[in-house]
């Protein structure tokens, strides 16, 4: 059985409960882990907060040293870490290998970042006293927690536990219920690079139950949420009254806007990747492709051979070439909300070109598998066009100039990603200027980079992760006015 790590120390639930982990692949339990609730919210809290002051007061090389043994240890232990990905999250192991680098890189840019944190010096008017100045320093915000969606466990959790540390916070983590094993193994390995005890902990359980005592307890100051829209609402209420720092990275519906100059073949395999990694179950994932009407035949010829080539299979074993691995789905009850979202396109009209189904193959009957879709005729007010659709089924539509694809790109609650396919750079601008996005990316894979900043507007959240950028979240300035000099 798995352990939570709290103070130093690999720990049970408090009441002894547990929760079973389960393979999405075929279903089969992989281990169990402690159901963690209030009393283990509050032994969490209690370590993080003894472990505060030292933590604030160590010395940013120490801080950035223990990081770096700590990030060469989980490279070190890579491949088995990626096997454990696979198992409890069902995205193939080569997506697994990259979620894991991907995690690192960004551990590494804040690990460098330890000693380039700096406050200002402040020129003040003399009316008060001509000899003054102020001097605004940068102080850790005290204790943190982090609450992990599944879909990307591993890198959401080092875009909290990365900034967190180096601005001098402890941190608790809270993963989500289903992908708590491979997260427990990566805080035991950095913990066991020279973090003190209490710095960094990973607490397992239900989020009504453990996230709620965690983000209610009051000496929690800060709270980072990556999670649905939805999730993001009750946490938002729950930190409001105690004016906790809080960011929500949440839910989204990404457009593409591909026009006739966009170099076609890029734009194709941009929007298959896009759309189709990790089964479709990423925040910026493109999730509204609108085609010009001049390309809209070509595109969806080149889109289709391309998608037809995903076989559904376990992340744990590679397609044949020319087909390409795609994962379950995470849970039942992911795919039942898919298929609810294309039913009901379907029913208004929707035209489902390719896939759209459950496999036929016996063997994969356990798991939690649907053959990736494309649809069109989709109807503007359908759930497939206006929900977030976390799984592979891309809904696309025909748009007849620029005007009308902003407009309908920006016809939406969701405001986290968008991209533009134009080798015209007053397209280019006019997307820049006027998509409603928290990121656009030109002719560029939707992706999230660890140097800039990553957040969205409208239901899409609030505050960044990534970035130096994101250090302000774990920061408090402090405005200090140094008077009598005189
Ligand atoms: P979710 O909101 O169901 O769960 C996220 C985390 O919140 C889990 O750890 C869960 O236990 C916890 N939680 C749930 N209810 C809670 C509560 N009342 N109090 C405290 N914690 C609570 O999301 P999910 O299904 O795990 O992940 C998918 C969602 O995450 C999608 O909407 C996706 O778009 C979004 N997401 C956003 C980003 C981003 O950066 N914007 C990145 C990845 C995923």
Redesign the pocket.
Known sequence: MAQMYLNGEWADAVSGGTREVKNPCDNSTIDTVPAGDEADAQAAVDSARAASQSWAATAPDERANILHAGIAAVKEQMKDLAVLLTKEQGKPFMESMGEINHFLHGMEFYAGMASKIRGSQVPLPPSMNPNSYGVIMKQPVGVCVG??????PIT?MG?KVGPALIAGNPIII??????PLTTLKIIGLLNEAGLPPGVLNCVT????T???A??THPDVRRVA????????K??ME?AGPDFKRIT?????SDPMIVCPDADINKAVSGCMIGRFWNAG?????VKRLYLFDEIYDEFLEKLVAKVSRYQVGSGMEKAEKPHIRMGPL?TAA?REEIEAQLADAVAGGANVVLGGKRPQDNALADGHFFEPAVVTGVPEDSKLATE?V?GPVLPVFKVGDLDEGIAKANNSQWG?GASIWTNDMKRANRAAREVQSGMLWINQLHF?YDEMP???IKA??TGH?HGPEALEYYLEPKSVVFGGLD
Do not use: D, M, R, Y
Not at 147 to 152: A, M, R, V
Not at 225 to 232: A, D, F, N, V
């Open positions: 609450i992990i969606p599944w879909n990307f959401l875009t809270k993963p989500a219920s289903s992908t359980g239900s989020g009504g453990l996230g709620t965690l983000i949420l990556t999670g649905s829209s939805e999730t993001g009750k946490v729950l929500l990275e949440l839910g989204g179950q990423a925040c910026l994932a995470h992911q977030e976390f986290l999230g990553f957040g969205g899409s959240g992760e």
